[in-house]
């Protein structure tokens, strides 16, 4: 009952535009010259697998300058730079971090600098899911632990890119449906973080007006962390999706969705279409149904 519940409320999300996409398209294509990286310098957390590098990928097809992967292991990040420097000119490196450790975070942010002088794309997408049990039976440690994650990581990096940023340059909070969708048992702790997460960035957004800040449902993927947690996403999307929405949030197109939380799988073009009524009626951002009361 509950895997079907799950599937049920993963799989059938209502959408926000008439089409649903589940692959790349045209649109929102990186080697479309209108969504250029050129002369762009893009920092990944999580970078060294699943949506992470489908996104360095992306960035290169966009002819990115330059690329810096971070992650918390270092033979696996290797392998990465070494698949990446095969595909186009930019220039991949990568900093061994823990998103949690504010020290380690400041150097990577630190060595990008020093390397190409500054930074113009932040994509935190560094995040943990837990062993998905009903609360009364999880783990204390490894359920916070989605917390020190998918909150407290976002925060330090963000930070850390706020000391260092230049005016018009995009940080991109990897969330999530669970955020806002119907509770799914055993999911409590990835649900309520991300959700926190997804508040502090609406709070980064209004307090720095310069930074271009999204949060983003990247799409349902199976990737690692999935994995790790014993979570099969089914008919998942092509990461090729969230990798090219990455890419077409930094243009100058998605201006009108900055503060919100914006699904790969929206279509563009309709949401263009709406961006007037997105800004007045202040859709894709989160509230409490129904507020403010008129009782």
Same mark, same amino acid.
């Given at each position: 009952m509950a895997d079907t519940y799950a599937e049920d409320v993963i799989f059938h999300?209502?959408?926000? %535009?008439? %089409?649903?996409?589940?692959?790349?398209?045209?649109?929102?294509?990186? $080697?479309? =010259?209108?969504?250029?990286?050129?002369?762009?310098? /893009?920092?990944?957390?999580?970078?060294? $697998?699943?949506?992470?590098?489908?996104?360095a990928k992306a960035f290169i097809e966009a002819q990115a300058a330059a690329i810096l992967i971070v992650g918390r292991t270092e033979p696996k990040l290797k392998k990465t730079v070494a698949e990446l420097q095969g595909i186009g000119k930019t220039t991949i490196s990568y900093a061994v971090a823990d998103a949690?450790?504010?020290? #380690? /975070?400041?150097?990577?942010?630190?060595?990008?600098?020093?390397?190409?002088?500054?930074?113009? *794309?932040? /994509?935190?997408?560094?995040?943990h899911l837990d062993d998905h049990l009903p609360i009364a039976k999880s783990d204390l440690a490894e359920y916070w632990r989605s917390f020190e994650v998918n909150i407290k990581g976002p925060l330090i990096v963000s930070r850390a890119?706020?000391?260092?940023?230049? =005016?018009?340059? %995009?940080?991109?909070?990897?969330?999530?449906?669970? #955020?806002?969708?119907?509770?799914? =048992?055993?999911? $409590?702790?990835?649900?309520?973080s991300k959700?926190?997460?997804?508040? *502090?960035?609406?709070?980064?957004?209004?307090?720095?007006?310069?930074?271009?800040?999204?949060?983003?449902?990247?799409? %349902?993927?199976?990737?690692?962390?999935?994995?790790?947690?014993?979570v099969k996403m089914g008919a998942p999307d092509d990461i090729g999706l969230p990798a090219s929405f990455a890419v077409w949030l930094t243009s100058q197109e998605s201006e009108f969705l900055r503060g919100r939380l914006v699904w790969s799988n929206f279509d563009v073009e309709e949401m263009k279409a709406r961006a007037d009524e997105i800004?007045?009626?202040?859709?894709?951002?989160l509230s409490l149904t129904g507020y403010p009361f008129n009782a």
């Amino acid at each position: 009952m509950a895997d079907t519940y799950a599937e049920d409320v993963i799989f059938h999300q209502p959408s926000f %535009t008439k %089409t649903w996409h589940t692959k790349s398209y045209a649109a929102i294509s990186p $080697s479309d =010259p209108r969504l250029s990286a050129a002369g762009k310098v /893009v920092l990944i957390t999580g970078g060294g $697998s699943g949506i992470g590098k489908a996104t360095a990928k992306a960035f290169i097809e966009a002819q990115a300058a330059a690329i810096l992967i971070v992650g918390r292991t270092e033979p696996k990040l290797k392998k990465t730079v070494a698949e990446l420097q095969g595909i186009g000119k930019t220039t991949i490196s990568y900093a061994v971090a823990d998103a949690t450790d504010a020290a #380690a /975070v400041d150097a990577a942010f630190a060595t990008a600098i020093q390397d190409h002088g500054h930074i113009d *794309v932040v /994509v935190s997408n560094a995040g943990h899911l837990d062993d998905h049990l009903p609360i009364a039976k999880s783990d204390l440690a490894e359920y916070w632990r989605s917390f020190e994650v998918n909150i407290k990581g976002p925060l330090i990096v963000s930070r850390a890119f706020l000391k260092v940023h230049r =005016p018009g340059a %995009t940080f991109i909070n990897v969330s999530s449906a669970a #955020a806002i969708m119907a509770a799914i =048992p055993g999911f $409590s702790s990835y649900s309520a973080s991300k959700l926190g997460g997804a508040k *502090v960035m609406e709070y980064l957004h209004f307090e720095n007006p310069d930074l271009r800040v999204f949060n983003w449902q990247p799409a %349902t993927t199976q990737t690692d962390m999935q994995s790790k947690a014993g979570v099969k996403m089914g008919a998942p999307d092509d990461i090729g999706l969230p990798a090219s929405f990455a890419v077409w949030l930094t243009s100058q197109e998605s201006e009108f969705l900055r503060g919100r939380l914006v699904w790969s799988n929206f279509d563009v073009e309709e949401m263009k279409a709406r961006a007037d009524e997105i800004k007045e009626k202040n859709l894709l951002t989160l509230s409490l149904t129904g507020y403010p009361f008129n009782a």
